[in-house]
């Protein structure tokens, strides 16, 4: 048995580091702009694609299926703070049949679960940057999802992409874990290659372009001393989506952005009281974005719809009380006048011939 589990160990590291020339796929709003009365073809970005110009839309549904094409679940809306309302970011989007998770906080295997996703079909992981909140569930799926049960059965290595050090991580799992792995290997006859972890570490540019779907890194702005943070831009068919990951306001993030239906933005925010006494809240405030930032990207952005995660409320002194998240929509709302939510944990968005939000509570 100890040596299936060596010829694992030897192999469970497949790495590949992943970069590309960034490239936009500039499809988005403007393919949904009508023009004359009939189908033309539109070249952009390295793609052509049919832009439907039919004003009527029952005509319009002639020509063109508008199933829904992307759907967003906000498994986590969360920071470090150990709250079961909003647990770690993370943030599933499912195209093409497949799911693609970016990043994996804590409670995201409890999430995908309660959301009936089998842990086992989370084979494409993409890692924001190493702060420990973005990438502490990752073990829990990545075992996890390996287990015979039906929450699990996972029949391929898990795929993660990530900045410098993903591999370390992954390495350091793998060590972690042997005994586990060893012992829930016991009897087979050959090592199961589907607990095998295969890593890409990434700079800017496209690194996943398959089947349709098409991911593209780009570095933003997570303070002086972390050089290695990224946001994402998911591509697929006419549509597209941008994840933030922790950053201040970036001018990378709003070049990354144009024509985005939806953008999936952090947000921090504290009582002013706090952020004039306490140099520990000024310092978490400068590596995040406040709604007033947010708002101003938003406004450059005019994305189809803007809304927020990773939502910070600083607490660094209990003697001064936290702010209310429901102060984050006239924050924002007093600069942008665009559709805005605040997420939520299980909150879902699809995105067809029109973006729909389900699961709000308020």
Same mark, same amino acid.
């Given at each position: 048995m100890r040596d299936f589990l060596m010829l694992g160990t030897a192999a469970l590291q497949l790495n590949h580091t992943t970069a590309a020339q960034p490239r936009i796929n500039l499809i988005g709003k403007a393919v949904r702009i009508a023009a004359t009365a009939t189908a033309i073809v539109v070249s952009c970005a390295g793609y052509t694609f049919a832009q439907d110009t039919v004003k009527d839309k029952s005509q319009r549904r002639n020509i063109v299926s508008y199933t829904r094409d992307i759907k967003i679940t906000l498994l986590g809306t969360g920071t470090p703070l150990p709250s079961v309302d909003r647990f770690?970011?993370?943030?599933?989007?499912?195209?093409? *049949?497949?799911?693609?998770?970016?990043?994996?906080?804590?409670?995201?295997?409890?999430?995908?679960?309660?959301?009936?996703?089998?842990?086992?079909? !989370?084979?494409?992981?993409?890692?924001?940057?190493?702060?420990?909140?973005?990438?502490?569930?990752?073990?829990?799926?990545?075992?996890? &999802?390996?287990?015979?049960?039906?929450?699990? +059965?996972?029949? /391929?290595?898990?795929? @993660?992409? &990530?900045?410098?050090?993903?591999?370390?991580?992954?390495? *350091?799992?793998?060590?972690?874990?042997?005994?586990? !792995?060893? /012992? +829930?290997?016991? &009897?087979?006859?050959?090592?199961?290659?589907?607990?095998?972890? %295969?890593?890409?570490? !990434?700079?800017?540019?496209?690194?996943?372009?398959?089947?349709? /779907?098409? @991911?593209?890194?780009?570095?933003?702005?997570?303070?002086?001393?972390?050089?290695?943070?990224? *946001?994402?831009?998911?591509?697929?068919?006419?549509?597209?989506? @941008?994840?933030? &990951?922790?950053?201040k306001y970036s001018e990378n993030l709003i070049k990354n952005s144009k024509n985005v239906d939806v953008l999936i933005h952090e947000v921090a925010f504290a009582h002013p009281e706090l952020i004039k006494k306490s140099q520990t809240a000024r310092e978490i405030q400068s590596l995040h974005t406040t709604p007033e930032e947010a708002a101003k990207l938003f406004s450059t952005v005019s994305p189809e719809l803007a809304i927020y995660s990773h939502i910070a409320l600083i607490?660094?002194?209990?003697?001064?009380?936290?702010?209310?998240?429901?102060?984050?929509?006239?924050?924002? %709302?007093?600069?942008?006048?665009? +559709?805005?939510?605040?997420?939520?944990?299980?909150?879902? !968005?699809?995105?067809?011939? %029109?973006?729909t939000v389900k699961g709000k509570t308020k």
């Amino acid at each position: 048995m100890r040596d299936f589990l060596m010829l694992g160990t030897a192999a469970l590291q497949l790495n590949h580091t992943t970069a590309a020339q960034p490239r936009i796929n500039l499809i988005g709003k403007a393919v949904r702009i009508a023009a004359t009365a009939t189908a033309i073809v539109v070249s952009c970005a390295g793609y052509t694609f049919a832009q439907d110009t039919v004003k009527d839309k029952s005509q319009r549904r002639n020509i063109v299926s508008y199933t829904r094409d992307i759907k967003i679940t906000l498994l986590g809306t969360g920071t470090p703070l150990p709250s079961v309302d909003r647990f770690g970011p993370s943030t599933l989007i499912e195209a093409n *049949g497949q799911y693609f998770l970016f990043d994996c906080g804590r409670g995201a295997s409890q999430r995908l679960w309660e959301n009936k996703i089998q842990l086992g079909k !989370i084979n494409n992981v993409f890692i924001t940057h190493l702060h420990s909140d973005h990438i502490v569930g990752f073990p829990d799926l990545w075992l996890t &999802g390996w287990l015979p049960a039906n929450f699990g +059965r996972r029949q /391929v290595p898990i795929e @993660v992409w &990530g900045p410098k050090g993903i591999e370390q991580m992954s390495k *350091g799992l793998q060590t972690a874990y042997a005994w586990d !792995i060893e /012992v +829930r290997n016991h &009897g087979k006859n050959k090592f199961d290659s589907a607990i095998l972890i %295969k890593t890409h570490t !990434i700079s800017e540019g496209i690194i996943y372009d398959k089947d349709g /779907v098409q @991911v593209i890194a780009f570095l933003v702005d997570h303070g002086d001393f972390i050089d290695n943070a990224f *946001g994402f831009r998911f591509n697929y068919k006419e549509h597209s989506v @941008v994840i933030s &990951g922790d950053t201040k306001y970036s001018e990378n993030l709003i070049k990354n952005s144009k024509n985005v239906d939806v953008l999936i933005h952090e947000v921090a925010f504290a009582h002013p009281e706090l952020i004039k006494k306490s140099q520990t809240a000024r310092e978490i405030q400068s590596l995040h974005t406040t709604p007033e930032e947010a708002a101003k990207l938003f406004s450059t952005v005019s994305p189809e719809l803007a809304i927020y995660s990773h939502i910070a409320l600083i607490l660094t002194d209990p003697s001064i009380p936290a702010a209310n998240i429901s102060d984050l929509i006239p924050r924002t %709302k007093n600069i942008y006048d665009g +559709r805005l939510e605040i997420g939520e944990d299980n909150m879902i !968005i699809e995105i067809g011939e %029109k973006i729909t939000v389900k699961g709000k509570t308020k």
